[in-house]
């Protein structure tokens, strides 16, 4: 199916919570068209201070837009609690976001002792979703959309080890793990969402090839310097937009769409183009490692998922 930003529809008197959304990312453009279809979007970030950026960026396009603030650090799980327990009094989420994430750092270990894109891009909001699952369910008809990625490709198996232990660490190969895990956790969360009769569907997005800064703060932890700066223009010489990067995941948060389906850029190798829904790779369907991850995961950040059976 064909799909822009015209097939938007109205999203008055719904609750959006959007995760990472740092001003002019894929997450800002997202919380910025959900805004200016009237919903009521939760700016959730590591940073009080760049939420403030992001919501004024946002107010100057839609003036009066109905903006909330939450902070939380997914890479700590403790911050996650503390994020869910203050969003309680946001009352029923109509859709969550999952967008936040780090790419290809250097070894680093959080607070819980885990590597640290594992930890921000799949256990922390793994969290995230289940702490929020009742409010989701509340809404009578949520959606729950994680932001993949094009590099769940170069995985060669699933992240099911013991999360805490030590091994060899190679960046790009642990990014893609945590890609797929996103795929994994979409597709077991869909799965136990009809078993158990609730009505929240699971989709997933990637953005194709976005010119964003994550590539750049995963190597050098800033996008300031010399090198930043090179890596930086490089990235986005050859990449489409971060509004762009965002259709997809807009699509699969508001099209008439099944759970369990992904979007992606319909151009060549998925890289940029109109939104359509794409195929993943074999690994992202195994239901076993969709199953093994989902109860690692638990175990993980000890949370046994409400209402779901």
């Given amino acids: 199916m064909s799909w822009s930003l015209a097939d938007m529809p109205d999203l008055t008197a719904r609750t959006a919570v959007v995760t990472g959304t740092t001003l002019g990312g894929i997450g800002f453009h997202t919380a910025l068209e959900l805004a200016r279809r ?11 201070d760049k939420i403030d950026d992001s919501a004024g960026a946002i107010l ?34 109509d859709l969550l976001v999952n967008n936040a994430g780090i790419m290809a750092p250097p070894l680093r270990r959080t607070p819980d002792g885990l590597e640290s894109q594992m930890a921000t891009n799949h256990f922390g909001p793994f969290l995230f979703t289940g702490l929020l699952f009742p409010q989701l369910t509340a809404a009578g008809d949520a959606r729950v959309v994680t932001v993949s990625s094009q590099m769940h490709r170069v995985a060669r198996s699933a992240p099911l080890a013991d999360p805490r232990a030590s091994r060899p660490y190679s960046r790009w190969p642990v990014y893609g793990q945590t890609k797929l895990a996103n795929l994994l956790f979409t597709f077991e969360l869909e799965r136990r969402c009809r078993r158990a009769g609730v009505h929240v569907r699971a989709l997933a997005a990637h953005p194709g090839l976005a010119g964003t800064h994550l ?28 509004a762009s990067g965002a259709l997809p995941t807009l699509m699969a948060a508001t099209a008439d769409l099944p759970g369990g389906t992904y979007c992606g850029p319909s151009g060549p190798a998925q890289a ?6 794409v195929g993943m790779s074999p690994l992202a369907r195994d239901e076993v490692a969709q199953r093994r991850l989902w109860d690692i995961s638990e175990e993980t950040v000890s949370l046994r998922w409400p209402a779901m059976g």
Avoid at 63 to 69: H, K, N, V, W, Y
Wanted: aromatic content about 2%; cysteine-free; overall charge positive.
């Fill in 272 to 277: 940029a183009g109109p939104p359509r829904v």
């Fill in 38 to 48: 009237g919903a009521r979007v939760v700016l959730a970030g590591r940073s009080l």
């Fill in 215 to 242: 590539a750049v703060n995963g190597q050098f932890g800033t996008t300031r310097g010399r090198r930043a700066s090179i890596l930086d223009a490089a990235v986005k010489a050859v990449s489409q937009s971060a």
């Fill in 60 to 93: 100057e396009e839609v003036p009066g837009a109905d903006l909330e603030r939450l902070v939380v650090d997914l890479a700590d799980l403790s911050s996650v609690r503390q994020a869910a327990e203050a969003a309680v009094g946001l009352g029923p989420v």
